[in-house]
């Protein structure tokens, strides 16, 4: 154990990790003792407080669990195996119009976006992402920079390399920015279908991916009303009725529970009218795997094009 972990200040109680990492303090207390990690130490209360580096182990556990790895496999790893598996999660598909050249020269746009944000520079940012945004258009700003952006931030956020308020700055630029260029796009015509209403469930407070979602059905022509993050399920009825929406699209992080979206998922549809289509965004393997009638389960931004395709022919 490091010095840095015997700062007592950076030690957090067994509920702190619970809300850090989503793991529930049961599967923690059952860890330690089926597989002898996590290994928290004790106050004088003898109640469990966790060293930072174990938490930082706990975040990408959980991430793999996420993608469908077993506690079994994962949760006895040193930290260095942890890091092997997660860099080989299966990363969502490359855009194809990305290969070899484009490839590079957007992980090259990625690094410096990352070096401009440790800056803490919010103006020089917004006016880069504006830049690019301008250069390349709104729908690959989304796709290439933006969402491989919010992956990278992600994950140096969970292995220490970035601060939570680094990827706060990068969110609220990010998001102001792809207002700025939403409220400066040519609007859809008044009779322009589908007419789409966005938000996501309460308790889920990332709204970054119904904006991007947001963004790339404005491309495609389509009427959006973005309700932004946690609108309670009746209001989102009653959102859909007055907006006379064709699809009611709800966005999950990595954050969420997939036993509760579905949930939440069942829920809504009960409510909603059948004709009005449930689209569901998330990144979760065990979600996407789920057979939910009546519910569209994406897994990629990229598949908005295809989706809105299929939708017009259908009509
Ligand atoms: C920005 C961010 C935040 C911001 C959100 C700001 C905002 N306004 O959105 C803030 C700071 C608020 C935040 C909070 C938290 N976060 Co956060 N956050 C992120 C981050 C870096 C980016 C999220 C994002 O916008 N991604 C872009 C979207 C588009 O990608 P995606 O969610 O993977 O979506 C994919 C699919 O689901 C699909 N999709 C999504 N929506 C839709 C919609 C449609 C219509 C379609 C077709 C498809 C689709 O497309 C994407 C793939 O192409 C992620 C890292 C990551 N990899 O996502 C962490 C991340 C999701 N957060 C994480 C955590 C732990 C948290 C907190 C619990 C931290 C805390 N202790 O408080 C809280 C959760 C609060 C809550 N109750 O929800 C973890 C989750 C780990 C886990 N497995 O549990 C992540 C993965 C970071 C990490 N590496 O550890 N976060």
């Not at 109640?47 to 996420?66: A, G």
């Not at 195996?81 to 990363?91: P, R």
């Not at 990827?167 to 400066?184: D, F, G, I, P």
Request: with cysteine.
């Amino acid at each position: 154990m490091t010095s840095v972990s015997k700062n007592p200040q950076l030690m957090l109680n067994i509920t702190a990790v619970e809300r850090d990492t989503r793991i529930g303090k049961d599967a923690l207390r059952v860890w330690e003792r089926r597989y002898g990690f996590p290994q928290p130490e004790r106050d004088t209360n003898g109640e469990r407080l966790y060293p930072p580096e174990q938490v930082e182990r706990l975040r990408i556990i959980k991430r793999l669990l996420d993608a469908g790895h077993r506690p079994g496999r994962v949760v006895a790893l040193e930290l260095a195996q942890l890091h092997e598996l997660s860099d080989a999660l299966k990363e969502p598909a490359t855009p194809t119009s990305l290969a070899g050249n484009a490839a590079s020269l957007q992980q090259l746009e990625i690094a410096q976006l990352l070096a401009l944000l440790k800056t803490h520079d919010p103006t020089q940012l917004r006016r880069r992402f504006s830049q690019i945004i301008m250069r390349i258009g709104l729908a690959h700003f989304v796709l290439d920079v933006a969402m491989p952006l919010m992956r990278e931030v992600g994950k140096a956020w969970a292995s220490g390399d970035l601060h939570i308020f680094e990827e706060h700055l990068c969110s609220e630029v990010l998001e102001t920015s792809l207002r700025a260029a939403l409220a400066t796009a040519p609007e859809p015509s008044a009779n322009s279908r589908p007419r789409i209403l966005l938000s996501t469930v309460p308790g889920e407070s990332h709204s970054l991916s119904i904006l991007m979602a947001e963004a790339l059905f404005l491309v495609e022509g389509c009427s959006c009303m973005n309700l932004g993050a946690q609108t309670p399920l009746h209001d989102m009825i009653s959102a859909a009725n007055a907006h006379r929406s064709d699809i009611v699209a709800i966005s999950f992080s990595a954050a969420s529970n997939p036993g509760h979206s579905a949930d939440a998922l069942s829920e809504l549809r009960a409510m909603l009218p059948a004709t009005i289509e449930l689209w569901a965004g998330t990144p979760h393997a065990t979600l996407q795997r789920r057979d939910l009638p009546g519910i569209s389960i994406m897994a990629h931004l990229e598949d908005i094009p295809t989706q809105i395709q299929r939708w017009r022919q259908q009509r």
